[in-house]
Every structure is written in C-alpha cells, then in structure tokens.
C-alpha cells in the first residue's frame, strides 16, 4: 500500500545550525506535500506545504524541496531557534476509493539546544 | 475563534466500556477526520467523512466507530472491541476544495486501564 517514509526518527541540532528532514513517498499521483510541527501536547499544526507542479516554496526560515522523479521532499530550516524543538511530520495526498487522504511520515523529533 | 475543539483533554477508562471522544469544529468545514497517534509512530487514520450522513472506515477503523450528524460535529467511539485503545486520539478538517489542508485539534489522551 502507500507510505511515506521519514527520515531521521530524531535530530539534535545546536540554536543557529540548519536542520533538514526528509521523506520518501510511494504513490507517484501524489501532488500535496504537508508539513506540520507538532509541540508538546498539543495537535499538528499545518507550517508549509508544497505542489507537485513546484520544486521550492520558501517561508522566513524553512523552505521546503520536491523532487517528483525521485519521489522525495524535505524540510529546511535554517537558523534554528529553541522554539523550534517540536516533532515533524512530512505527509503525501492519495486518493483512495475516490476520497482524499494523506499519509503521514512517523515524524522526526527536532531538538534545539541554546 | 475558528478553530477545532476536542474534549476532554485527558480520558481514563476501564477496559471493557466503551467511550465517546468528542470532536467540534467552526470553520464550516465540509471534511472530518480522526487519527490516532502512538509514540514514535505517525498519525493512523480512523475515520473520516466528507459530508454530513456519510462516513469512511480509515486504515485502522477496527473497534472504532462514529457519526455524522451535523456539520460541526464528528463524535469518536471507541468500543470494548479496540484491542489496544490507549493512545493519543487527534480530529482533523479540511474545507471542500482544499482537502489536503487539514487542521487538527489540542487532541485527546485516552487511557484505558
């Protein structure tokens, strides 16, 4: 079946590094890529997402990447800041019996340290 | 405030009740979801429904059930017959026309002992 494979499970980074996650997905008619930050406790929170008919959307500091051919997408941040520690999901659209879905990554745990 | 409300926060039961995880939104949103979410593992999709009256068995549906009622409302069931129900329970919209912009709520932590 789908999947989207996320990679890595956790990230430790010094505040000012750049931080990148990356995800594989499965499904080559996937056109929506998500990325939603989810802090302690809390529901994911939609932060960027990107088409299948763009390469690059940046934000201040994350952008995002898509490579269709190699069916891969990532997360960029730069500049890193303590609030930023949270975990990541990456996810890909389906359509799945003539219904919209979206897979999601296992998430990536961010740790920024001051 | 537009946004999704889940209640409550935290939920204790004992096994072998069942228990109604509520799930409300105002954003006027068509679509309805709920997921589950375990430790180290992404968001597991339950249910969802796209329309009121009518509802979808996600991938893991087994031992859950819901209802479509109203617009606003998207009620979680979780039954005696769900193996393993502790977990950490989300709700999700998504407005017709961006179905993929989903928007979750504060979730709700169900232990079940």
């Keep these: ?114 | 405030d537009g946004g999704i409300t889940q209640s409550p926060k935290y939920l204790f039961r004992k096994e072998g009740q069942n228990v109604t995880l509520s799930c409300e939104q105002n954003l006027n949103h068509d679509a309805m979801y709920w997921y589950r979410q375990d430790p180290g593992q992404g968001l597991r999709l339950i249910y969802y429904s796209q329309i009121v009256n009518d509802f979808q068995k996600g991938d893991i549906a087994e031992g859950y059930s819901v209802s479509r009622e109203k617009k606003e409302s998207f009620p979680l069931t979780v039954t005696s017959a769900q193996k393993n129900p502790t977990a950490f329970y989300l709700c999700a919209s998504s407005a017709q026309g961006a179905p993929w912009e989903q928007y979750f709520g504060p979730g709700t932590r169900l232990t079940v002992t």
Excluded: M
């Design chain 1, 1 to 114: 079946g789908e999947n989207v494979e996320q990679h890595p499970s956790t990230l430790s980074v010094q505040e000012g590094d750049s931080a990148v996650i990356k995800c594989t997905y499965s499904d080559s008619a996937s056109n929506y890529f998500p990325w939603y930050k989810q802090e302690l406790g809390k529901g994911p929170q939609l932060i960027i997402d990107i088409r299948s008919n763009v390469g690059e959307k940046k934000d201040q500091r994350i952008a995002v990447t898509l490579n269709k051919t190699a069916k891969h997408f990532s997360l960029h941040i730069t500049e890193t800041q303590p609030e930023d520690s949270a975990v990541y999901f990456c996810a890909a659209s389906i359509i799945s019996g003539g219904y919209n879905k979206l897979i999601f990554g296992a998430g990536t745990r961010l740790a920024v340290h001051p």
